[in-house]
């Protein structure tokens, strides 16, 4: 998984914290989270506010 695949890092996000509501999370834990996922291969650098702001939305819609 990369930085641009929002969707299946939201939905593994789902899996490894189920009880969790995305709209509490802080982007510095959001970014620790996504790189701490095992399917997840990229850069930690090439994140940003609006990728991690895609992933907590993705997140949000996933979890309605």
């Not at 620790?32 to 907590?56: C, H, M, N, T, Y």
């Amino acid at each position: 998984m990369k930085w641009t695949d929002t969707l299946d890092i939201a939905i593994a996000l789902i899996e490894a914290h189920p009880d969790v509501d995305p709209l509490q999370v802080r982007f510095t834990d959001l970014h620790r989270w996504v790189l701490e996922l095992p399917e997840f291969d990229d850069e930690p650098a090439r994140s940003g506010e609006k990728i991690l702001e895609a992933i907590q939305m993705a997140w949000i819609d996933e979890a309605a």
